[in-house]
């Protein structure tokens, strides 16, 4: 029997949109923590942050699924870089209706949810 493909396309828990910025800020942010442990004070400075903006970043991380671990003052990352980085909210691609519905017709998990949108967003005629 076929092994069933592990996929990483999850709904996400939340609704927000991010900027470009902040969606660089925080892959930059998981790329410093696979690096290896780092102090809060180490990553607000190489990301140009203030301890608010630090805790604010650190939170959706969290609530993206990103497991982010506080050890010793030091915060860890403690899952592969490319799984993390899969869960980063992506900013809004300005995609017009005719172009998500193109890439709604493919059989995948992505197509799926898209599809879904499209089902709940747009009136019947």
Request: charged letters at 25%; proline letters at 7%; a positive charge.
């Amino acid at each position: 029997m076929a092994k069933k493909r592990k996929t990483s396309v999850k709904p996400i828990p939340f609704a927000v949109s991010v900027t470009p910025e902040r969606f660089v800020r925080l892959y930059r942010m998981v790329l410093l923590l696979a690096a290896g442990p780092q102090t809060r004070d180490a990553l607000a400075r190489r990301l140009h942050l203030d301890v608010r903006g630090f805790y604010r970043d650190l939170d959706l991380l969290r609530s993206a699924g990103v497991t982010v671990a506080l050890t010793a003052g030091r915060y860890t990352l403690e899952q592969d870089a490319e799984d993390a980085l899969a869960l980063l909210p992506f900013p809004d691609p300005r995609l017009t209706l005719g172009a998500v519905q193109t890439l709604a017709r493919g059989r995948g998990p992505a197509q799926r949810r898209l599809a879904e949108t499209i089902a709940r967003v747009v009136p019947s005629r």
